[in-house]
């Protein structure tokens, strides 16, 4: 599966942002998704997840409660609706999809479970 991230821009600390994560090749519906976030001199970091119907997500603590993940598997589309931006969130956003981030060890929405990304789209915070 290709993903395509977009939506990222520069907001003010406080405001809000969508991002968009359009799969092509084989149907988002396969897959498990996640996006994470990679700072200026920071390693990649898990930010949400959702399985593949949608009836489960999974935040980061620094976003829970501010960021929400969505996807409608009919337009092999996945979403993060991000409000009430800090100056913290400012990253490099990045979308992946694995078959399932479930294993015999349990759930790992770690960057390694996942085996498709997209290009990242970057969003800037200012305070």
């Known amino acids: 599966v290709q993903l395509q991230a977009s939506g990222g821009g520069l907001v003010q600390a406080g405001g809000s942002l969508r991002l968009s994560c359009a799969a092509s090749?084989?149907?988002?519906?396969?897959?498990?998704m996640g996006w994470f976030r990679q700072a200026p001199g920071k390693e990649r970091e898990f930010v949400a997840a959702?399985?593949?119907?949608?009836?489960?997500?999974y935040y980061a603590d620094s976003v829970r409660g501010r960021f929400t993940i969505s996807r409608v598997n009919a337009k092999n589309m996945v979403y993060l609706q991000m409000d009430s931006l800090k100056p913290e969130d400012t990253a490099v956003y990045y979308c992946?999809?694995?078959?399932?981030?479930?294993?015999?060890?349990?759930?790992?929405?770690?960057?390694?479970?996942?085996?498709?990304w997209g290009q990242g789209t970057e969003v800037t915070v200012s305070s």
């Open positions: 992946a999809a694995t078959p399932s981030y479930y294993s015999s060890s349990g759930r790992d929405t770690s960057p390694g479970a996942f085996d498709n």
């Open positions: 090749g084989r149907t988002v519906s396969r897959y498990d």
């Open positions: 959702i399985n593949w119907s949608g009836g489960s997500l």
